[in-house]
């Protein structure tokens, strides 16, 4: 009874070895991409297995001193089901069968996809250093023009001396000028100032009569043009002529009747005879 109990043990201890070992061989034949998945498959098959194997071991006769051999393997077998224990009093009952043994699953779990690495996330690069900002220069500051100086007025000139005012009587014509004096032949021979002969001073009403000689400086009396001015004044007073006509007597000496008229007459010798030139008071 004891040797058919330890020949039906070993019977299940070779079958599940060879089962182990062709579930082993399909195994590795998996593809070097899949090792990472397939490793974990023997391991739950060695995980499943241990209960067996420890069953295997509980099932031999503890009376017996032999120990139960078996068929070495390459990989360790998985204990089989402990069979029905054997009560003392049924040594002459039939054997019990041994229970069946399980055999490892053929079914493996789906190879699962190498799981893709994920690139470690780079380290945030630290923000640049804001750029110091460029100091403008300052503008530099703009000169004003200054103010034209104010125009300085020019000195007036000094006006002129007034001359003192004479109280000769002047006759001017044209920038020439003499005294005017009160005389008779004699004065006129003295060949200085035109003399007044016999007659009124200008503004006293009548003709004012005046005489000189032609080498004495009163030559230019004869030809003095038609409109020419002749001003005559005695201290503020002023008394203006304007020369109107001539006349001449081929004679000298002779009586002036008739020859003395208008308000100016100026008296002068032309050759050998006599020439007037006749002004009226402006």
């Known amino acids: ?7 039906a043990t ?7 070895a060879v089962g182990l070992a062709g579930f082993s061989a399909q195994q590795s034949t998996r593809s070097a991409a899949d090792q990472t998945q397939t490793s974990a498959v023997p391991l739950a098959a060695t995980a499943a297995a241990a209960p067996l194997r420890a069953l295997a071991v509980d099932d031999v006769p503890k009376s017996s001193s032999k120990p139960v051999t ?21 040594a002459s009952a039939a054997p019990t069968p041994p229970a ?12 699962q996809r190498a799981a893709v690495p994920v690139a470690a996330p780079k380290p945030a690069l630290a923000p640049a250093p804001a750029a110091a900002p460029t100091p ?6 703009i000169a004003l023009p200054k103010p034209a100086p104010a125009p300085v007025a020019a000195p007036k000139p000094a006006p002129a001396p007034v001359a003192a005012v004479s109280n000769d009587w002047q006759i001017s014509i044209s920038g020439w000028a003499r005294n005017i004096v009160s005389g008779t032949q004699s004065a006129i021979d003295a060949c200085g100032p035109a003399v007044l002969y016999s007659s ?10 005046l005489n000189g000689h032609n080498n004495c400086g009163f030559q230019f009396w004869t030809d003095l043009p038609i409109g020419s001015t002749v001003t005559v004044t005695h201290g503020p007073a002023v008394f203006q002529y304007r020369v109107v006509g001539h006349g001449y007597v081929a004679q000298q000496g002779i009586s002036s ?3 003395i008229h208008n308000d100016l007459t100026l008296q002068t010798c032309k050759g050998s005879g006599t020439s007037f030139t006749y002004a009226d008071r402006i």
Do not use: E, H, Y
């Not at 070993?10 to 599940?16: D, E, F, G, L, V």
């Not at 403008?136 to 500051?141: D, E, G, L, S, T």
């Not at 009124?200 to 009548?206: I, K, L």
């Open 200 to 209: 009124s001073w200008p503004g006293a009403g009548g003709t004012t009569w």
């Open 100 to 111: 069946a043994i399980p055999v490892p699953s053929q079914t493996t779990a789906a190879p």
């Open 257 to 259: 009747a008739g020859l």
């Open 136 to 141: 403008v220069p300052a503008p530099a500051p």
């Open 10 to 16: 070993t019977a299940a201890s070779i079958a599940i």
């Open 70 to 90: 078996g068929t070495p393997t390459a990989t360790p077998a998985p204990t089989p089901a402990p069979a029905a224990a054997l009560s003392p009093g049924a």
């Open 1 to 7: 009874m004891k040797t058919t109990t330890r020949l």
